[in-house]
């Protein structure tokens, strides 16, 4: 579980736990358990969003878990429909509040577009101006250790770049075995930006592969270990979601290297293009 203990640094000088604990799907009232859960078990990171209405549970679960707050690293991301400076910047003090803390260690933009939109042609480049420096403004008063995006294609990450007077320190994507967007990831990259991975699991669909099931046999792992480890190995920050404590404990058992060639063949499987169920969610349907 060495993993729990290794760091990314941003391009701000931040460190960043390399593996992180997200919370999607998680109800306020399961939240605050399963961040001290997870705490206890070695998580020094852990991921919520406006969206998922569970602020306030993990910020109940980080004020409980017994560590410094300073020992803890949090992320939120700022709700996609928030494409206004001042809209923004109200809901940035909002997850403050909510969740009881004096700062939140990263805030994101949750999506270029929003969720009602995320179809449509309008990349909304002017309203993410507009709450890129509602961040900037709270990253400069000190309310944000670092700030950055989610979901964001090149074009929408150029808008920023070309705009804005501090760059973004993460992109947090869909980034998995039979998902990896090779150019995104290469671009992010030689921009000094950190790639998080949401969904190292694709939401659940790795489960059902034949393919990767056999790999990770191989190697003696189950598939979820095999899928974050395959995202660690790209370099970038895995964000497996749960609640149970024994997948917690599992999914930071990462003693285990995969080869350079395993690595090629896993990289190259065809792309999932149904998500099931899952792809009712924008981000699983593509755009």
């Not at 969003?49 to 707050?69: D, F, M, P, T």
Request: charged residues 30%; glycine residues 8%.
């Amino acid at each position: 579980m060495m993993i729990l203990e290794e760091k990314y640094s941003l391009s701000n000088g931040v460190e960043i736990p390399k593996l992180g604990l997200g919370t999607w799907f998680i109800s306020d009232e399961d939240a605050a358990q399963a961040v001290k859960e997870a705490v206890e078990i070695g998580y020094r990171h852990i991921d919520t969003a406006q969206a998922y209405e569970n602020e306030a549970g993990v910020g109940k679960g980080i004020r409980e878990s017994g560590l410094k707050r300073e020992d803890l690293f949090v992320t939120s991301k700022l709700a996609a429909e928030q494409k206004t400076y001042e809209g923004a910047k109200a809901a940035i003090d909002g997850s403050l509040e909510k969740m009881g803390l004096d700062y939140v260690d990263l805030m994101i933009i949750h999506s270029p577009k929003p969720w009602e939109e995320y179809q449509g042609e309008d990349r909304y480049f002017e309203g993410n101006r507009a709450a890129w420096r509602a961040l900037e403004e709270a990253y400069e008063a000190g309310k944000l250790r670092a700030i950055g995006l989610s979901n964001f294609k090149e074009v929408d990450i150029e808008n920023i770049l070309t705009s804005c007077t501090i760059k973004p320190m993460v992109n947090q994507i869909l980034a998995h075995i039979k998902n990896t967007p090779a150019d995104l990831i290469r671009f992010c990259k030689d921009k000094g930006i950190l790639i998080e991975a949401y969904s190292p699991l694709g939401h659940g669909e790795l489960l059902k592969d034949k393919e990767v099931a056999q790999m990770a046999e191989k190697y003696g792992v189950s598939v979820p270990q095999l899928s974050i480890r395959y995202d660690l190995q790209l370099g970038l920050l895995p964000l497996p979601k749960t609640a149970n404590p024994e997948h917690m404990k599992a999914n930071a058992a990462l003693d285990f290297e995969i080869s350079d060639k395993d690595m090629e063949h896993l990289k190259h499987l065809e792309q999932i293009n149904d998500y099931g169920e899952a792809t009712v969610f924008p981000v699983f349907s593509g755009d």
